[in-house]
């Protein structure tokens, strides 16, 4: 059974930082094109950031500068480093693996991030 469970949401101050943290197993993690998407209210789910098994990475414009995804292929875990935070930073982050071959994929539950102006 495929699970992908993220961590590190809350509460932030603006210009403040988070971590996020997303574990996947029952997948080989290291056939799998790793994402972070975020939805915030009334909104369409939209990709934040990107890492290949390669870790040839893509971002969001919106993040670029201030977001940095990474990977840690031994651990099955991929991150998402949040600096300089905003308000239009609130969402529900979800991680996403997407096979490279199948183009399967399979998603978190997400966690929530809120960031107070």
């Known amino acids: 059974q495929v699970q992908l469970v993220e961590s590190g949401g809350g509460l932030v101050q603006a210009g403040g930082s988070l971590r996020l943290a997303c574990a996947a197993s029952?997948?080989?993690?290291?056939?799998?094109?790793m994402g972070w998407y975020r939805q915030a209210p009334g909104k369409q789910r939209e990709l934040v950031a990107s890492?290949?098994?390669?870790?040839?990475?893509n971002y969001a414009d919106s993040v670029k500068g201030r977001f940095t995804i990474s990977r840690d292929n031994a651990k099955k875990t991929v991150y998402l480093q949040m600096n300089s935070l905003k308000p239009d930073d609130t969402a529900v982050y979800y991680c996403?693996?997407?096979?490279?071959?199948?183009?399967?994929?399979?998603w978190g539950k997400g966690t929530l991030v809120t960031v107070s102006s």
């Open positions: 029952g997948i080989i993690f290291s056939s799998h094109t």
């Open positions: 890492i290949t098994s390669a870790r040839s990475t």
């Open positions: 996403n693996a997407r096979h490279i071959i199948s183009q399967m994929v399979y």
